[in-house]
Every structure is written in C-alpha cells, then in structure tokens.
C-alpha cells in the first residue's frame, strides 16, 4: 500500500483485494478470543480527527486501533482551539508533535485529506471529505458484498450494483464507483437528475432515472441517505414525492432476486430513501453487518498503512 489512503481511485486490484484478505484474515485471528486484542500496532499511535460528526467510522477506527494494540487519541474540533482559529494544518502538526504515526481525518471541505497528507510525516486515512470520498466505507461495503456473493474471496467482477439516491452529494458514492469498477462489478447510478453531478458521464458506472426497471437484474441495492444539511436548494419537490419514485419499499424489494441485498452505509432517513421494514429486513439488509465490517476493514487498512505485516 502507498503511505495514505486518501481515495478508492488510488487502490489498484491487487491492493484492494488483499486489504479485503487481511481483513479476513484479521477477523479470523480475533474470533473466539475473550480478549479481542492482537499485537502488531504496539506502541504506534493513532489519531482520530474529526472535523465532522461520525457515529460509525469513528467509533470502528477508535475499535479497530485498539484492537491492534496502538494507542488512540480522539481529537474533536468541538471544544478544541479550533474555536480559537487554530488551523487544520497547525492542528495537525500539533499532534503530530506528540508522537502520532497516523492521522484519520474526516472534513467537511473536499480535498482536506490530501492537503494534511501534504504537511505531515506519518500516513494520512480518508474518513470522508465533504462530498469528495469515502474510501473505507467503499471497502467495507466491498468487504460485505464478497462475504455475502462471493464467498468471502477475491473479485467482484460480474456483480450488478445500483446506488440510489442523493449521489451529488455523496462521498460514499463517489468511492463506491471506483472502487467497484477496480474490482470488476458493474455499477448503475440511479437518482433524480438534480441529484447528479455534473461530469457522471466519466465516471465509470451507467445512470439511470427508473429504479424500477433496474431492481430485477440488481444483486446489491445501495441506498444512499438524502443528505438534506448539505442541500442549499430545493432538489425535490418534497420528501413523500422523494421516497414514492427513488425510495425502496417492501414492493420493491419483491421485485429483487432472490439471493439480493440491501445496503446502506448510514446514518439513514427511513421513511424516506428506504422503508423501516426493508432496513430491518432479516434477509436482505446488511446495514448492521457493514457496521460490523467495517472494523475489520478498518484494522486492515492500519495494519497495512503502519507496517503490521513486517512484525
Ligand atoms: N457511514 C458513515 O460514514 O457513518 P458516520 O457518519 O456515522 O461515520
């Protein structure tokens, strides 16, 4: 792996996989285990940097590096001498000065992670730039689509993906298309035309407006969240119009095959891009296992990135 993981696009088809072995390999490692600890980060050290607020990729990188052993400092701008006009670069030297070996940073502006990637010596991890990317959330998401498709081993190449929904703001989509592309699924983009962005025609994957006519030849359904915070203007013309064309019900959810999934990396809106009884559905949904994954990914890509493989 390069120094950084700072975009699914830098992620060649050897290199992804094998992040997705490791993290096999990790999880079997801690099965079982009373104490779920293994030791190859020991004595590295671990910053999260959260300019955002996160619930799941915070929590499972704090878990994750723990679980390797290697201490873990949490950093949130609130409450910090951000307030005091402290600037992500100082910030970030800062800890870097207290002996940090690796920074996981989520931001709200697009290209934050590459710019620290520019000012500090240790290895810099995307945890989502403004609506740029998101490139661990597309490996767990990869990571549970092989597990659930393909045996838990190797490639995607053949899978039918189609992501729904609010894609122009989506970092989570964004990283989803090249990282699936990279290992070989094909991707269909399905979402209200204001909802894509400008320059989708280069992306590697198929757009699309009729969710219907695609659900029946679809082995993962992705939803995205509407992610409302972001929206300076009116993309729709309201929530119930939303979830009656791009919102997936029990009625749609029939119409997938029978070995289909349904994803969503969360925080969700249900009632609105997904209905509560397909989010809960035993079968079909992976939402809970993808949070579940995404430990491992996480552990993975440290190990990786902080050179646990030549212990
Ligand atoms: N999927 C995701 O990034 O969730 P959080 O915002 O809770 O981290």
Not at 182 to 189: F, I, N, P, Q, Y
């Amino acid at each position: 792996m390069n120094r950084h993981l700072l975009s699914a696009g830098d992620l060649d088809r050897a290199t992804a996989v094998d992040i997705l072995d490791t993290a096999e390999r990790l999880d079997h490692a801690l099965a079982g285990r009373e104490v779920k600890k293994l030791p190859p980060l020991r004595g590295r050290t671990v910053v999260n940097l959260f300019y955002e607020d996160s619930t799941r990729t915070r929590t499972s990188f704090e878990l994750a590096a723990k679980r390797l052993s290697a201490d873990v400092v949490n950093f949130s701008a609130k409450g910090s001498s951000v307030s005091k006009g402290e600037s992500l670069k100082d910030t970030a030297l800062t800890l870097e000065a207290m002996g940090s070996d690796a920074v996981v940073v989520r931001h709200s502006y697009s290209g934050a992670a590459h710019r620290l990637a520019e000012w500090v010596h240790g290895s810099v991890i995307n945890a989502g730039d403004g609506t740029h990317e998101h490139p661990t959330q597309a490996l767990l998401d990869a990571f549970t689509m092989r597990r659930r498709l393909r045996g838990g081993e190797g490639d995607l190449a053949g899978l039918r993906v189609v992501i729904v929904g609010d894609v122009l703001h989506s970092r989570v989509a964004r990283s989803n298309v090249l990282l699936l592309a990279t290992l070989g699924a094909s991707v269909t983009l399905v979402a209200p035309p204001t909802l894509l962005p400008v320059g989708v025609d280069a992306w590697p994957a198929a757009t699309g407006f009729d969710l219907d006519a695609v659900l029946p030849a679809s082995d993962v359904v992705m939803m995205l969240r509407v992610q409302r915070e972001r929206m300076t203007e009116s993309y729709f013309p309201s929530a119930r119009e939303y979830a009656r064309r791009y919102g997936l019900d029990a009625r749609r959810m029939a119409m997938l095959h029978d070995d289909a999934i349904v994803m969503h990396p969360g925080p969700m809106n249900r009632g609105m891009e997904i209905a509560a009884e397909v989010a809960d559905d035993p079968k079909r949904s992976t939402i809970v296992e993808q949070v579940t994954n995404g430990v491992s990914v996480r552990m993975a890509v440290l190990y990786l990135l902080l050179g646990g493989a030549d212990e």
